[in-house]
């Protein structure tokens, strides 16, 4: 593994022959998450002898602020809105400057959970039967039974939502959604266990089962030490081993991902196993899942950052961010 590591970082450094820049921040609900994602990527790459660099990202003046950086390569470690819904990915690819993670198509793809919800029914990939509510417009229910799941259409880390036993809880629910999104989403709820699986280099990661002292995995579930268990692999039968990771990479490709995403699922009582989202650019804090999982596969963190970056490096060498 060492051997390994060394040698990404040779490629790193005769390929990056200025400055890598991570960026980060930003004003999204999940500001707070990406300083601390950016925190770790530039402690690890910092112990590699890199030239890095922390962009706290501005998204009215972020074009200039990237172009006097000075920055050559890109880490992304912005997540919600404007990092992880394809707007950033669309800044770098004008000023051609390469970076980590998936393009600009996919990334947008991901973040509508309505697109990205429609494009999984197209390739067979189940997702919870769903309606859609537009702002300031009636909310009522037409044929899903609860319970139910309410949240934003295009926000991570849980942000705006709410688990429904009863109709009459609906319209505050929808309000929540609302402060973050002007569609919300009202799925149903599927009663199992909650499974993620981790992309990386194109391949599937041991899954995990998330679960939480809390009711659902909601922010502080996620972000919180102690709020949560992980069980890592996940003890499930080896026939839903194998389907979570098939489905994941499906799901993944489905969007056309790249590199590396986080595909968070269901595995209901049936043994049914349900997609509720991709994540593009997963968290990469103390407490994030993606190094988990690539940690039990025998990936450490800093091999994980390097890795991303020497794939953003290839696709520079091969004429093509897209």
Known sequence: MQTLTNRFARQIKK??????????????????????????VYSVLMDQGLNITKIDIDERRSVKQIQESNITLAFIAMHGKFGEDGVLQEVLENLEIPYTGSGIKASQLAMDK??????????????????????????RLNGINFPVVVKPSSQGSSVGLTILDYPLQLQNALEIAFQFDERAIVESYIEGREITVGIFN???????????????????????PGNTDYEIPADIKPEYYKAAQEIAISAHKALNC??????DMILS?????????????????????????????GIDFMQLCLKMLEMAISRQRKGRNQ
């Open 258 to 263: 790249r590199d590396f995403s986080r595909v």
């Open 114 to 139: 309505v697109a990205s919800k429609k494009v999984f029914s197209e390739k067979g990939i189940k997702t919870p039967e769903y309606e859609i509510f537009v702002k300031n417009r009636n909310a």
């Open 269 to 297: 009582k049936d043994g049914k196993i349900f997609v509720l989202e991709v994540n593009t650019i997963p968290g990469l804090t103390s407490t994030s899942l993606l190094p988990k999982s690539a940690k039990v596969a």
């Open 15 to 40: 390929f990056v022959w200025q400055k890598i820049g991570i960026l980060c921040g930003g004003s999204s609900s999940e500001r707070e998450i990406s300083l601390k994602s950016a925190e770790s």
């Open 202 to 224: 194109e391949c599937p990661l041991p899954v995990i089962e998330i679960i939480p002292k809390r009711k659902f995995f909601d922010f502080e579930a996620k972000y919180v």
